[in-house]
C-alpha cells in the first residue's frame, strides 16, 4: 500500500510505494532561507523524526541531533545552486552526523554530490567520503581549485527499512545534495565503468565520453531512442551549463558515447549523467549513473593547412558505402535496405543529381555494405550483402558476395549473379563487410567476428565463433563455380564442410584474428591497412590449451580501438580469439609485470573486469597493431587520399572515419617502411554518425556517408567536402 509521511517543518509531502521510494526523490542539504533549487526538497540539518521520515542522527550512536548550524551557502555568482550550499557532516568537535531516510526495504540508486571551495587559507583540506549502507560511493575525495567538487551514483540495498548515509573514513566531509531512485524487481542494464573515470584529471579537451554497460537481458542492448539530452547529459560542474553533442552507441549497441560538438574548457569540471530514462531494447531501466572529471589542455590538432567546406548533397536511404565510377561520372552507393544506388557528379561542383536506385528480389532487404569496381573491367560492380540487421539473432552463415555487370545505355538495371555464399554472419552487426581489390587482382573482404573477445557470451546471443569469422578472407574472382556459385560454409550440424586450406580453395584466409573491421585499404606501398573496431566490455576469452592455468576470462573490460598493417603477402594474428583456428589470446595478453602493449588487464583494483594473469603470453604468431584510436571511436571507412589539393597536405595518408567517439575523420601519416608516422591530425569533424568515404580523385573532394544520430531510423544522407 501507500504510505505518506509530511516534513512538517516544511510542509513537503513526500510519498513511498510497496515497491520502494518515488521515482526522482532529491534532497538538497542548505540553509533554511536558501533558495531551494527546482524539483528537490530541502534539508536544512533537522534531526531524525520518524514522522516526517528523514533526518540527521549521531553517526556514532544513532541518536537523533540537529545540525543546522553547520549548513553554509557560499553565494557564488553564476553557482548551481546545488553545490553551492552544503552541510558538514564532520565539523569540528562536534560529533560526526550521518542522515537517514525511511524507505521500505529494497533496492536503491543513490547519487551523491559533495565538496566545497576552498577554506580561509585557500586549501582544501577535506577528505569527503561518503557510505550508502556501508557500501562507499565517494572514498576520500580531496578537491582542487579546477576539481571542488565530485558527483557519483552507487545502488544498494536497503533491508533495515531506513537508508543511511555516513562519512565514516572521510575528514570534514561536506554533502552537498543527493538523488534516490528505486530499482524495481527485475533485470536492470547498469554501466560499471566509463572514460573517463571519476577524479581524472587532463581528459582531452575533445574527448568522447564513452561508457561501458551491463545488459543481463540476453541480446538486448542500448536502446538508441532513449539516448537524448533528457536522459544523457554533460554539463560544467561548477554552473550546470549543458554542453551539446551527438549521442551514439556501438553496432552492437554494448556502450554509451557522447561526443561533444566543440572543444570542452580547458582544466574546467564536467559532469556526466545518465538517468533512469535510458532503456535496453527490452523497456528494462538503466540503473542512473554518474561521473565528474577535469579537462586539461590538449586535443586533436586540424590537419595542416587542409580547409575543406561542407555541403549537404543527398538525403534519403541509409547508404553505407560509396565508390566512384572508374570515369568519374558517377557515384555509387550500397544501401542497407537491399539497394544500390547512383548519381551523376557535377564536374564543377562536386553536386549530384539523377539518383537511381536498383532493387531486385535477391537484395530484398538485405544490408549492402561493401562495393567495389572491377580494375580489369568498368561495367563489374562486386557487392558484399547480409541477412537484415533485424529482426536478432540473424542467422549464421547468410553472408554473400554477388557480382553486378552494369547495362549499356542511361538506365540503370544491372544483372546479378551471387559468387560467394554462405559466409559468417554473427546474431548482431559483425557482418561480411566492406571488400576492396589488392594489386594481385584478388578480392579481398573483411569478416566480421561472431562473438565480442572470442568465446561465447550472452549479448551477443552466445554464438560461437566459426573458421572463417573474425579474419580478412581472399577471393579469387576469376574462378567459375562447377554449380554456379561458391557455398563456403564450414560448419553444419558440428561437421566441417568447406575448406578454406586446400591449395585450390577459391576463399582462403588471408589474415585472423581481425574482430569487425568495417573497411579495408589496400595502400599503394603494397600494404593493407585494416582499422578494426574494439569489443566493447563484457566479453568473454576462450582457455588456451597450450599455457599453462586457465586462460578463460569473464567479464573482460572495453578493448581499444586499433589499425592493423597487413604486408602484401598476409598471415599473421591480430587480436581475435577463435578456437577454431588454435588462437586463443586476446591481443596482447598480459607477458610482463609492467605495461605491455594492448595488455588485457583488470583496469583497476576495484574493477569489475577481469584480465590475464602476468606470465600470459600473446599468441605466437600476434602481430600487433600499427596504431591506437582508444576506445569506443568506432573506426570505419578509410581511404589513402591520392590527389594533390591543398598542396599536397593529406596526399597519400590514410584517412579514416570515425563513428562513435569523434564523428569526424582523422589523418594518419605513412612512413617509407609503412608504419604510422606519429598522431593523427583531424581533417574535418562535427559529422553525424560517419560510416564510409571516398575521394574523387580527380579534384580532391571527398563524399562522406553519414547515418542518422543513433544509426537506427530516419534519413541518412552523403555530405560533400570540397
Known sequence: ????????????????????????????FQPGGSVVPTGYTKDSGLAYDSTRGYGWINQATGAPIHISAFARDRNLTNADQRIDTLQHMQFGNTPDAAWEYAVPNGT?????????????????????????????????????????????????????????????????????????????????????????RTGVSGVRL??????????????????????????????????????????NTSGGDDTIVFQPSGLLKPNTSYTFRVSEGVRDQSGATFQPFSTTFTTGTEFTQTTPGVRFSQQQVYRGALISS???????????????????????????????????????????????????????????????????????????????????????????????????????????????????????????????SNSAMGAPDDAWFNRAEDLLSGAILQIDPRRRPLKGVFNVQTEARGAANYKPFAADAPVKIFATGIRNAYDLVWHSNNNLYVPTNGSAAGGNTPEDPTQPGNQALTNVATQNDYLFKIGRDGGGYYGHPNPLRGEYIL??????????????????????????AVGTGTDPDYQGFAYDFGRNRSPNGAIQYKSGKFGGALQNKLLVTEFSGGDDILALSLGTDGNVNGSATKVFSNLTDPLDLIENTRNGNLYVAELPKGGRSGFGQITLLS
Open 1 to 28: 500500500g501507500i504510505l505518506s509521511y509530511t516534513e512538517q517543518a516544511q510542509n513537503v509531502p513526500i510519498t513511498f510505494y510497496s515497491f520502494g521510494i518515488a521515482q526522482n526523490v532529491k534532497i538538497n
Open 108 to 196: 536503491y540508486n543513490v547519487t551523491v554530490s559533495v565538496g566545497d571551495t576552498a577554506n580561509n587559507r585557500g586549501l582544501y583540506d577535506s577528505q569527503h567520503t561518503i557510505r550508502v549502507e556501508g557500501d562507499t560511493i565517494i572514498n576520500q575525495f580531496q578537491g582542487s581549485e579546477t576539481q571542488k567538487y565530485q558527483l557519483n551514483s552507487g545502488t544498494i540495498k536497503v533491508t533495515d527499512g531506513k537508508l543511511t548515509i555516513d562519512a565514516f573514513g572521510g575528514i570534514n566531509t561536506k554533502i552537498n545534495y543527493l538523488e534516490i531512485v528505486p530499482i524495481t524487481p527485475g533485470s536492470h542494464p547498469s554501466i560499471p565503468d566509463s572514460f573517463p
Open 206 to 247: 575533445d574527448a568522447a565520453i564513452a561508457t561501458d554497460v551491463f545488459l543481463p537481458n540476453v541480446g538486448q542492448g542500448v536502446d538508441v531512442a532513449t539516448l537524448n539530452l533528457n536522459n544523457v547529459q554533460l554539463y560544467q560542474t561548477f554552473n550546470k551549463e549543458l554542453v551539446e553533442g551527438n549521442f
Open 322 to 448: 560509396l565508390v566512384i565510377s572508374p570515369d568519374g561520372s558517377k557515384l555509387y552507393g550500397a544501401g542497407l535496405d537491399g539497394s544500390v544506388h547512383r548519381w551523376t557528379i557535377n564536374s564543377s561542383t562536386g553536386k549530384l543529381s539523377g539518383e537511381q536506385i536498383f532493387r531486385n528480389k535477391q537484395l530484398a532487404g538485405r544490408a549492402i555494405i561493401g562495393i567495389t569496381f572491377d580494375p580489369s573491367n568498368p561495367r563489374a560492380l562486386w557487392i558484399s550483402h547480409n541477412n537484415p540487421l533485424q529482426p536478432e539473432p540473424a542467422k549464421d552463415f547468410s553472408g554473400k558476395i554477388s557480382k553486378l555487370t552494369l547495362n549499356t545505355g542511361t538506365s540503370f538495371n544491372p544483372t546479378i549473379q551471387d559468387y560467394v555464399v554462405g559466409l559468417p554472419r554473427s546474431a548482431k552487426d559483425h557482418l561480411t563487410q566492406s571488400i576492396a581489390f589488392g594489386p594481385d587482382g584478388n578480392l579481398y573482404v573483411s569478416q566480421g
Open 587 to 612: 591481443n596482447g595478453g598480459n607477458p610482463n609485470p609492467g605495461p605491455d602493449a594492448a595488455e588485457v588487464v583488470k583496469p583497476t583494483v576495484n574493477s569489475p573486469y577481469s584480465g590475464y
